[in-house]
Nanobody, 127 residues
Framework: QVQLVESGGGLVQAGGSLKLSCAAS????????MGWFRQAPGKEPEFVAG????????LYADSVKGRFTISRDNTKNTVYLQMNSLKPEDTAVYYC????????????????????WGQGTQVTVSS
């Protein structure tokens, strides 16, 4: 069982930056693929970024590529999402998700491929 707790959301003006954190419980954090998703009101959850267990591989949605950076610190059981050049369309509740894997380079992009989810943190970008 893995528990995930996100933090770092808030209100920011367009062009600004935020850094989200997701702290995970458990002893084998490096064996979990981590992902960030977001959901805006009335929309389906959207994959934002993913990172493999040891951090060697990352993947981004086209909408955030070049602006967002996912990273992880396995010594702190934490995954991060650095968000720069924020746009109003980035406004959403952001969730981190985890899935155990035996494959070191795996990344999953579908929400139904992840097992554990955090409670979400609101990000609001004003124009």
């Amino acid at each position: 069982q893995v528990q995930l707790v996100e933090s770092g959301g808030g209100l920011v003006q367009a062009g600004g930056s935020l850094k989200l954190s997701c702290a995970a419980s458990g002893r084998t954090f490096s064996s979990y693929v981590m992902g960030w998703f977001r959901q805006a009101p009335g929309k389906e959850p959207e994959f934002v970024a993913g990172i493999s267990g040891r951090g060697g591989k990352t993947l981004y949605a086209d909408s955030v590529k070049g602006r967002f950076t996912i990273s992880r610190d396995n010594t702190k059981n934490t995954v991060y999402l650095q968000m720069n050049s924020l746009k109003p369309e980035d406004t959403a509740v952001y969730y981190c998700a985890a899935r155990g894997t035996i494959y070191s380079d795996s990344i999953y992009v579908r929400s139904d491929e992840y097992t554990y989810w955090g409670q979400g943190t609101q990000v609001t970008v004003s124009s």
